[in-house]
């Protein structure tokens, strides 16, 4: 007959060894599960505090060999709010080049687009608008809705897919701390990038598509029977600013990417997380300011802020045309002063529009573009104005 007890202790030893076999395994998934959890609430936790409440991040680069001239914290992963749309518009330009899109074709507009928060222009679901209607309601109401349509176009009906081609162009330009997650820059906790990775989008949107970078100085663009006015202040406030990009949420704060040309040096800068939309002018100008005082540019006297009764006038001093403008607001804003060169602008015609040329910064530079074979881009000769533009582009 068997025996009972040492069959039993065998059983218990056998579980034992089992239990031993098994237990690191399971430990080693509970480590795993809580790797995970820390891991979440790490980058939950950076999301949370990546805006650094009331400090500012800033830098200046020398748009033409990259060096910073100017900065301060600008590598804090920050909300880039509508500065998002540089990339969308990146992508659009590149697509351009390849002959993917052109500026003429129809852009289609679904209810997902539709349904973005303002700003908008407020597109019905199953109208369309063109391509260039599209980036230029990018450049100048910073819509939304026109963000989206333009990127589901160019992700192929998917904007999450468009969100992440547009990472993968971010990193083939070297922005390695940026994530993009839509084509509008609406609020998503992961949606991080940082100021100096904005320089260099924005050094790249100058050099790699001169013949494009005008679109960022249009005044206005008539849409459905109705003025477009473009919201960046610098285009008045600060004498050679010619284009980019003002962004906001309540996350964010007040976000600004500005390009500006004196003495053919150009510069361009970033300032993340402003309180104001004064604090942001005024940081992008001193900014700026001490860029072209590292490069050699003599200063300029900024434009003044006048009373709304200041009547027109018009005065030449030091060989700079100052326009003293009295246009009404119905808000009680002071008047802008613009100043600018007096010096002849140099137009390109196309489709029978003028456009005033920016100046390119290299030659001969090849560019790396996601999601399309193009030729490497080829600097013209022209040189760009000092100062932006007011002819509307309709």
Request: aromatic share 4%; proline share 5%.
């Amino acid at each position: 007959m068997p025996d009972i007890h040492a069959a039993g202790a065998g059983t218990g030893r056998r579980k034992q060894a089992h239990t031993r076999r098994i237990r690191p395994s399971r430990l080693r998934k509970w480590a795993g599960l809580l790797a995970g959890v820390a891991l979440g609430s790490f980058m939950t936790e950076r999301a949370a505090h990546a805006q650094y409440a009331g400090q500012l991040s800033s830098i200046v680069m020398d748009a033409r060999t990259g060096a910073v001239l100017s900065q301060e914290d600008p590598d804090l992963r920050r909300y880039p709010a509508s500065l998002t749309k540089l990339m969308t518009l990146y992508m659009a330009f590149s697509a351009l080049r390849a002959g993917t899109i052109t500026l003429g074709q129809t852009v289609p507009v679904s209810i997902h687009a539709s349904t973005m928060e303002p700003s908008k222009l407020g597109l019905v679901p199953g109208s369309h608008l063109t391509v260039e209607q599209a980036m230029l309601a990018l450049v100048t109401k910073s819509a939304n809705d026109a963000a989206c349509a333009l990127g589901e176009l160019l992700g192929g009906g998917n904007e999450p897919q468009f969100a992440a081609m547009m990472t993968q162009q971010a990193r083939a330009l070297g922005m390695n701390s940026t994530t993009f997650r839509n084509a509008s820059g609406l609020p998503d906790p992961d949606q991080l990038t940082t100021a100096r990775d904005l320089a260099v989008l924005a050094r790249h949107i100058v050099t790699d598509f001169p013949e494009n970078y005008h679109y960022f100085s249009v005044a206005a663009f008539r849409f459905h029977g109705r003025m477009i006015p473009n919201h960046n202040p610098m285009l008045k406030a600060y004498v050679g600013a010619d284009g980019m990009k003002t962004g906001y949420t309540q996350e964010a704060g007040r976000n600004l990417v500005t390009s500006a040309l004196r003495n053919d040096v150009r510069l361009v800068g970033v300032v993340l997380g402003a309180s104001s939309n004064t604090q942001r002018t005024l940081a992008m100008s001193d900014q700026l300011d001490r860029g072209f005082d590292a490069e050699g540019v003599a200063p300029v006297a900024r434009p003044l802020l006048l009373a709304r009764n200041t009547v027109t006038s018009r005065h030449t001093r030091g060989g700079r045309v100052i326009m003293l403008a009295a246009a009404s607001s119905r808000h009680g804003a002071p008047m802008e002063v613009a100043e600018a060169p007096a010096a002849t602008r140099r137009t390109a015609t196309r489709h029978g529009r003028h456009y005033v040329l920016a100046s390119p910064v290299s030659g001969g530079h090849h560019i790396r573009l996601i999601g399309a074979k193009v030729r490497p881009a080829t600097a013209t000769t022209h040189r760009a104005r000092a100062g932006h533009t007011s002819r509307n582009h309709t």
